[in-house]
């Protein structure tokens, strides 16, 4: 099988490039800049992409090929400290992710032989803040910026339906990996001993180890039942508070000053809602299919990141 990967140079493209090609699939990573991907297994290349059209790859689709489409900026920007949502910056998160998506049913439109399956990216910030209600994917999409972001980017491959081709959407959680992603930001001040919750520390934070994530795409990849939205999240996810304190046993810090919310909106503005709001969010339709996790266990998954440094 060849799968063609959107987005497939960072955290969640680059894990799941190294477990495809490890079982012997090829993979094709679009880039704007191809000749700066570097350290890709074998059988794994990167050609060059406009990020908003078909062209230059729309060749390498064919009935064995899937488009996992995990294209768009980084929410809280590439630095360590999170960029504010200007109203500039909210643009410009829309706009690439609506173009990529765009770029991924022109080629469907256009390709001789249409692929098996588009999987597109989303996140649990479809669903909006909530308390501590249980949310599946059932729920309906929330009303605030990035409940909006992640419904035009889910539906901006829709489209792909009238080509007969099968469209599964992930709903992603909090991604956990050492290397990359929010993880490194939040283990920071506990090692400088002064990590503690977030604001009241009450909101939920769902997660799920990358090793989960990988597989889950995999798994919705094979599953030809796989249609429509699925929560990648751990089946038990933990209040800020609780998920700190897990942190701060793995790690053997101590988890005791709080970061006061009125400081982080202060510094950061709307961008500090993705981890001073939340979401109890459980991946029903995921595990009504069959898919069984190998970390449920917050601990677990710690103390396994930090033991292989993934």
């Not at 503690?196 to 994530?213: M, R, T, V, Y």
Request: hydrophobic share 40%; proline share 5%.
């Amino acid at each position: 099988m060849r799968v063609i990967i959107t987005g497939g140079s960072g955290l969640i493209g680059r894990a799941l490039t190294a477990d495809l090609t490890s079982a012997g699939h090829e993979v094709i990573i679009l880039s704007r800049t191809p000749q700066d991907v570097e350290d890709l297994p074998h059988n794994a290349r990167a050609i060059g992409w406009d990020t908003h059209t078909a062209s230059g790859w729309v060749d390498q689709v064919h009935e064995d090929t899937a488009i996992v489409n995990l294209a768009g900026p980084n929410l809280a920007g590439e630095g360590f400290f999170p960029s504010r949502w200007t109203a500039e910056r909210k643009q410009k998160l829309r706009q690439s992710r609506v173009q990529a998506g765009q770029a991924v049913v022109d080629a469907v439109r256009r390709a001789n032989e249409k692929p098996r399956v588009v999987i597109q990216a989303s996140g649990i910030g479809y669903y909006g803040v909530h308390a501590d209600e249980i949310i599946d994917e059932h729920h309906p999409p929330g009303d605030d910026f990035l409940a909006q972001l992640c419904r035009d980017w889910e539906n901006s491959t829709a489209a792909v339906e009238e080509y007969h081709v099968r469209h599964a959407i992930i709903r992603s959680g909090l991604v956990l990996s050492t290397q990359n992603g929010s993880l490194p930001r939040v283990i920071l001040p506990y090692k400088l001993f002064v990590g503690g919750p977030f604001g009241d520390g009450k909101q939920w934070w769902s997660w799920i180890h990358l090793e989960d994530e990988v597989r889950a795409i995999r798994f919705l990849i094979d599953n030809t039942a796989a249609r429509g939205p699925f929560n990648l999240t751990s089946p038990n996810p933990l209040t800020n508070d609780d998920f700190g304190r897990a942190l701060a046993r793995v790690i053997g810090r101590p988890h005791l000053i709080p970061v006061p919310s009125f400081a982080m909106r202060a510094a950061f503005g709307e961008v500090s809602m993705v981890v001073l709001e939340g979401q109890r969010v459980i991946p029903r339709r995921l595990q009504e299919l069959g898919f069984e996790f190998e970390f449920t266990d917050l601990d677990t998954a710690l103390r396994d990141l930090f033991r292989r440094r993934i």
